[in-house]
Nanobody
Framework: QAQLVESGGGLVQPGGSLRLSCATSGIIFSLYVMGWYRQAPGKVRELVARITRGSSTNYADSVKGRFTISRDNAKNTVYLQMNFLKPDDTAVYYC???????????WGQGTQVTVSS
């Protein structure tokens, strides 16, 4: 059974940094495109960053230059380094795994990130 467990969220001041982690189990991690999504209150869930099996990346325009997604296939874990955080980054952040061939998809439970002074 696939499990994605996010960690690293919390309260941070504007301009600060956080590093989110998503530890996976029950999937062949190397066969999945991994992504981070976020959902703010009253808004739709949006893609923040994605990393392919070959470690190509893409980012939402709103986070380019501030966030970095990476993956460690040996640890079955994907990371999101978030720098220069803004209040608009406040949201629940979700980890997503998408099988590159079948389209099978799995979600984590989410971790809250709050950017506030």
């Amino acid at each position: 059974q696939a499990q994605l467990v996010e960690s690293g969220g919390g309260l941070v001041q504007p301009g600060g940094s956080l590093r989110l982690s998503c530890a996976t189990s029950g999937i062949i991690f190397s066969l999945y495109v991994m992504g981070w999504y976020r959902q703010a209150p009253g808004k739709v869930r949006e893609l923040v960053a994605r990393i392919t099996r070959g470690s190509s990346t893409n980012y939402a325009d709103s986070v380019k230059g501030r966030f970095t997604i990476s993956r460690d296939n040996a640890k079955n874990t994907v990371y999101l380094q978030m720098n220069f955080l803004k209040p608009d980054d406040t949201a629940v952040y979700y980890c997503n795994a998408l099988h590159f061939m079948s389209g099978a998809e799995h979600w984590g439970q989410g971790t809250q990130v709050t950017v506030s002074s």
